[in-house]
């Protein structure tokens, strides 16, 4: 990987500049430094952590920098800072939560402090291209649902492994469908609640997919009811289609999704899709190559729309190798989620690797024109502090629960062969 990225910032320099510019090997050195310093922290600390997540991450985090140095260095700098305050995240992780079931005591207290950032927003949000998603602070912009996302799913673990019997059992029929008390639909209509008010307040449809989701796949795998899973996402449809009818801005990005050629949009609200969908076609199947294509015509190319650069620069072969590394990194996340031997390990892994699979699906499912675009940020890969940040200490959180799982069936192992 590391060599990749070293290719990779070549290529660029000998494409833009025509030369090699000894200075901006500092960017993939520093990189590649800061991943051998996690590697070591681990086979130190978490010496039996999964093998895979870590190098998958970090070859995502490597095309990210290269492709971030490839459109604007100066962002390039500001990501290598936040690549470090990141790191150092992780690191803090691994030292003080390896008794990952101390947030079990505080379930309460983490779920009030989501809804409480996800509230911020909604008061004293900044809006950005047209969301209401960050708050700032001082020249910092935050955003505080990639801290709150976090949160949310540790308080959904810590209530349905003590809830998840209760969830289960089924005692009324409605339609002809086996449902628990109405009290137990409480979280449910909560979530599609605080979904809908994402919408209006927020203006982003993408954030209060991305929350919805998490909390229906929480659900289901704590109760195994298909009947959640098809009455959740009913209620999540309802509350969309009343939106449409009420705000425009959401009527806004469903007509650019559905008519993104629409001449008289095509230079204004469906621009941005326009250009991503242009992008990827002049990619073809091994792409432009780095530093040849033009991204920049894209607006927030180096957050929402890098997978679109990816996809012009380095073609549908670029882009599946992207594809594919998420899909590495879900399954091992799901392997984690598996081998727990604690309902709440098994619950707070699954929840973990379903936000990086469903903000991935959202975000390159929305610059692919698969469902509408939304303003979130691509995992490891997009430009942002809050963004890397949240992803660092959901990787960490990961790899605690590995560790955890190995050590505690290899103990038991050698228990029973005592016996």
């Known amino acids: ?43 130190v600390l978490l010496p039996r952590a999964d093998s895979l997540l870590l190098p998958i991450s970090a070859g995502l985090t490597f095309i990210g920098m290269v492709m971030i140095y490839r459109l604007d260095t100066g962002l390039a700098t500001e990501q290598l800072i936040w690549i470090t305050v990141a790191a150092a995240s992780f690191v803090l992780v691994v030292l003080f939560l390896r008794n990952y079931e101390l947030l ?22 900044t809006e950005v291209n047209g969301a209401r998603l960050w708050l700032r602070i001082g020249p910092l912009n935050f955003q505080p649902s990639e801290i709150a996302k976090i949160l949310l799913v540790i308080f959904l673990a810590a209530f349905f492994a003590e809830k998840h019997e209760l969830l289960s059992v ?30 209006i307040f927020q203006k982003d449809l993408g954030s209060s997919l991305l929350f919805f989701g998490i909390f229906i796949c929480m659900l289901y795998a704590a109760t195994t009811r298909k009947s959640y899973v098809f009455v959740g996402l009913a209620l999540f449809l309802l509350g969309a289609y009343l939106c449409y009818l009420s705000f425009g801005h959401v009527q806004v990005r469903v007509e650019t999704w559905l008519h993104p050629f629409n001449p008289t949009t095509i230079e204004a609200e469906s621009y941005q899709i326009t250009q991503s969908l242009f992008a990827l076609s002049s990619g073809g199947i091994s792409g432009c190559g780095l530093g040849l294509g033009q991204p920049n015509f894209i607006p927030s190319v180096t957050t929402d729309f890098i997978f679109s650069a990816v996809g012009e620069e380095l073609g549908l072969l670029g882009a599946v190798s992207v594809v594919v590394m ?53 995992p490891f890969m997009s ?37």
Not at 14 to 35: D, E, Q, R, T
Not at 114 to 123: D, E, F, K, P, V
């Open 1 to 43: 990987m590391t060599v990749l990225m070293l290719v990779g910032f070549v290529s660029v320099e000998l494409a833009v500049n025509g030369k090699i510019v000894p200075s901006s090997f500092l960017y993939p050195c520093a990189v590649a430094g800061i991943f051998l310093v996690l590697h070591i922290t681990l086979r």
């Open 104 to 125: 079990m005591q505080y379930k309460y207290t983490l779920g009030v402090a989501a809804l409480l950032l996800l509230a911020s927003t909604m008061i004293l949000g």
């Open 170 to 199: 089924s005692t009324h029929r409605v339609l002809g469908v086996k449902v628990p008390e109405l009290k137990f639909f409480g979280p449910l209509l909560l979530m599609w609640g605080v979904s809908v008010l994402m919408m």
């Open 326 to 378: 998420y899909i590495l990194f879900v399954a091992r996340g799901i392997k984690v989620a598996l081998v727990q031997r604690d309902d709440f390990g098994k619950l707070l892994a699954f929840g973990l690797v379903s936000i990086i699979a469903i903000q991935s699906f959202i975000i390159m499912g929305g610059v692919t024109r698969l469902i509408p675009l939304t303003g979130i940020t691509l």
């Open 383 to 419: 430009y942002g502090g809050s963004s890397l940040l949240a992803n660092f200490i959901l990787l960490a959180l990961l790899l605690v629960l590995s560790h955890r799982a190995a050590t505690t069936n290899v103990a038991r192992i050698k228990e029973g062969s005592r016996r």
